[in-house]
């Protein structure tokens, strides 16, 4: 059985506070807020989000069914009491592995950049991504591509792309989730800087789901396909990397797709 799993970037859990609350709750996945972080917790093995636990099916279809929206939720660091009607359940997470997601500045070579770049772009990604594409959108497009970094305004960007969009996470998030992520393994940290400050001056809202990833992504924090597929890029195989995009492009209707333009705008900017 596959055991429990914890992103990285949850340790210590309690750091983010001792009481949370049920805050969504999906097929085959919840979110608790602890504080003003969100914990995303799921049975999708394969899968685990920047600010994830994975959870049995056993276990999470007990917990699932037990819990409502806004259930208290109380947090040690390796456990989290669950309380409804019902009574308590107790998840222990004494024993879970901890899943390694942050991405280090600089670890993409440019040979290895090179190649997934040219991977991206065969897929004509721009013509699949969920933003209506329109002469505005193009405009800043180009400038994300733009090698002088004088000539990118993270605020204007910000401004522009979060929350643009429908769903759970909109496109135009996903867009900058994935291209402040490829940014940093590129070695831009000047970029990711300056996109820190502007997202936090931002007037711009979003959804509470979307901020978690951006704040993580900004924090060097990516899910589990992405961090997979960048992990020792130059050392994968054509065919090892066009199956880690895969798993990318199946992630929601387009998010996966929003997330590979993002890496392909900067992609086109650094390389």
């Known amino acids: 059985?596959?055991?429990?799993?914890?992103?990285?970037?949850?340790?210590p859990l309690d750091r983010f506070g001792s009481v949370g609350r049920v805050h969504s709750i999906f097929e085959h996945s919840f979110n608790i807020k602890i504080g003003s972080q969100l914990v995303n917790i799921t049975n999708h093995s394969d899968y685990l989000s920047s600010?994830?636990?994975?959870?049995?099916?056993?276990?999470f279809s007990q917990v699932i069914t037990f819990i409502s929206e806004n259930s208290l939720?109380?947090?040690?660091?390796?456990?989290?009491?669950?309380?409804?009607?019902?009574?308590?359940?107790?998840?222990?997470?004494?024993?879970a592995v901890t899943s390694h997601l942050r991405v280090e500045s600089g670890t993409v070579t440019e040979t290895a950049a090179l190649m997934l770049k040219n991977q991206l772009e065969?897929?004509?990604?721009?013509?699949?991504?969920?933003?209506?594409?329109?002469a505005e959108t193009e405009t800043f497009f180009a400038q994300m591509k733009q090698a002088d970094e004088k000539e990118t305004n993270a605020t204007q960007l910000c401004e522009y792309f979060i929350g643009r969009g429908r769903g759970l996470?909109?496109?135009?998030?996903?867009?900058?989730?994935?291209?402040?992520?490829?940014?940093?393994?590129?070695?831009s940290e000047g970029a990711v800087i300056d996109f820190k400050t502007a997202l936090e001056l931002s007037t711009r809202t979003t959804t509470d789901v979307s901020a978690a990833y951006l704040d993580a992504a900004l924090n060097g924090y990516v899910n589990s396909y992405v961090?997979?597929?960048?992990?020792?890029?130059?050392?994968?195989?054509?065919?090892?990397?066009?199956?880690?995009?895969?798993?990318?492009?199946s992630i929601g209707?387009?998010?996966?797709?929003?997330?590979?333009?993002?890496?392909?705008?900067?992609?086109?900017?650094?390389?």
């Open 253 to 271: 209707h387009t998010s996966g797709k929003d997330m590979l333009f993002g890496m392909l705008l900067a992609l086109e900017k650094q390389v």
């Open 169 to 187: 996470t909109p496109s135009g998030d996903d867009i900058l989730v994935a291209y402040l992520t490829m940014l940093r393994v590129l070695g």
């Open 227 to 249: 961090y997979d597929l960048l992990q020792n890029l130059e050392h994968q195989s054509v065919s090892q990397i066009e199956t880690q995009i895969k798993k990318i492009m």
């Open 73 to 95: 939720v109380k947090i040690h660091a390796d456990q989290l009491h669950f309380y409804s009607y019902q009574g308590i359940i107790t998840v222990n997470l004494q024993a």
């Open 1 to 11: 059985m596959t055991k429990l799993k914890i992103s990285d970037y949850l340790n």
């Open 51 to 59: 600010f994830g636990i994975y959870l049995p099916n056993e276990l």
């Open 122 to 134: 065969a897929l004509q990604l721009e013509n699949q991504i969920g933003l209506m594409i329109e």
